[in-house]
């Protein structure tokens, strides 16, 4: 099903799929409670779909109000008799051990990720598994040395955290959350996305096979009124929450006056800005793998290019002769660049702000470009002649979808960066280093790169903040949402 993007030349690549015979797909899943496999209360269960090809890979349990009850019983039980009390140095063991494990299994990890998110093999072999793996191991060397990291002499863990995900980087984003949380002494409720659950099961497999102690780990399937009882469970310490702004917004009411800890990751609109003396080449790499990596489902997604007038030709010319070499199509094929979508939810919803950007004037372009006929596709897509206005400048369509917008001055670049409700990120290329600094210095967002694009790294606090959230994640400053000093 390899759809044929531009600028094909006489040869092509071979099929190089990946099997899918390292992971065995159960019909069915429970929730992860109290360190056993059980079904929901009232036996509901529901699908999860292969995006790619909308085959049904499992029926999954639905956890409802009283599943969330227990597991956050079990979290609470854990907490106070085991996990709570146990040294540093023991609770890191544990960490080393999910961490190899998730290093031995990556493969069956990377594939089912593969299968459940419709993200590149490539991405997920690359990308997600490992950098899951250093976030265990990176948080397992802070387990035992807390009272060094400035959080006072004897810091204390905060109890049962609440982790609600979404669905872009399903296993990454558990081990964000998961892996500090447990450094420090709390236990977990995690909450994974409706439409990706599997990673999370095999993660819980995992911590099982580990010999993580019961009820330390707890995962609790289900849609968007599984997370809505967590976070509103009297019984949660802290919630960490990943995900829209909308939702976010949702939460942070909900959480309100109760004295609970909350942390918010949520949506961005990130501009990546090519300056003329940056190299093209590097430059246009760096547009690429900002908007177009793991089909645009990304919060920090470098969304808005804003290119200097003076280079605008070259760097759009470039940028549309790579896009034709991008290979889309069967996400377990480790040729493929850009995967499925991975809803029909998502798939309408970029539709939707893509025919909003037509529709309000801007110029539409994707490279020739054969989409398979079952699954949820979108192509590689440029818009140009964008104005600061136009939904598509100002709105998180989290899709392969690109919004081009020029400048002339360093001002004029960080007024239109910097004019968007959110605040997650922002790209700055160029030669000049104290252009670089002069940049992030003005640029209101969490995280700037530099003649670089889409970093991350266990050591390295990320998060945003106006309407794309607050707190960090990784690093010690990520460690601090999950310790009382
Ligand atoms: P949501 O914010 O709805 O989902 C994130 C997580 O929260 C999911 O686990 C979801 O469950 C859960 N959830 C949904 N409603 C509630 C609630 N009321 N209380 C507690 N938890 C809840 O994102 P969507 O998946 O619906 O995506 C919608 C849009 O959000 C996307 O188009 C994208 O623009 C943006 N988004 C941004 C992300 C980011 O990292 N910035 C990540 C994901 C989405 P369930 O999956 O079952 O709905």
Known sequence: MQGELAARTEWDYAPAPESREIVSIAPEYGLFIDGEFVPAADGRQFATVNPATEEPLAQVADAGDADVDRAVAAARTAYERVWGPMPGAERAKYLYRIARLLQERSREFAVLE????????????????????????????????????????????????????????????????????????????????????????????VCQQAGLPPGVLNVTTGAGPTGAALVAHPGVDKIAFTGSTEVGKEIQRAVAGTGKRLTLELGGKAANIVFDDAPVEGAVEGIVNGIYFNQGHVCCAGSRLLVQESVADAVLGRLRDRLGTLRLGDPLDKNTDIGAIN??????????????GEAEGAERWSPPCQLPERGYWFPPTVFTGVSQSHRIAQEEIFGPVLSVLTFRTPDEAVAKANNTPYGLSAGVWTEKGSRILWMSQRLRAGVVWANTYNRFDPTSPFGGYRESGFGREGGRHGLAAYVNA
């Not at 998502?346 to 025919?355: E, F, G, M, N, V």
Request: one cysteine or more.
């Open 114 to 205: 593969s299968l459940d998110n419709g993200k590149p093999i490539s991405e997920s072999r690359d990308v997600d598994i490992p950098l899951a793996a250093a976030h265990f191991f990176y948080h397992a060397g802070w387990a035992d040395k807390l009272e060094h990291a400035g959080f006072g002499p004897s810091p204390r863990p905060i109890g049962v955290a609440g982790q609600v995900i979404p669905w872009n980087f399903p296993l990454l984003m558990a081990a964000w959350k998961l892996a500090p949380a447990l450094a420090a002494g709390n236990t977990c409720v995690l909450k994974p996305a409706e439409t990706t659950p599997l990673t999370a099961l095999l993660l819980a497999e």
């Open 343 to 356: 809803s029909r939810q998502q798939l309408d919803k970029i539709r939707k702000l893509s025919d909003a």
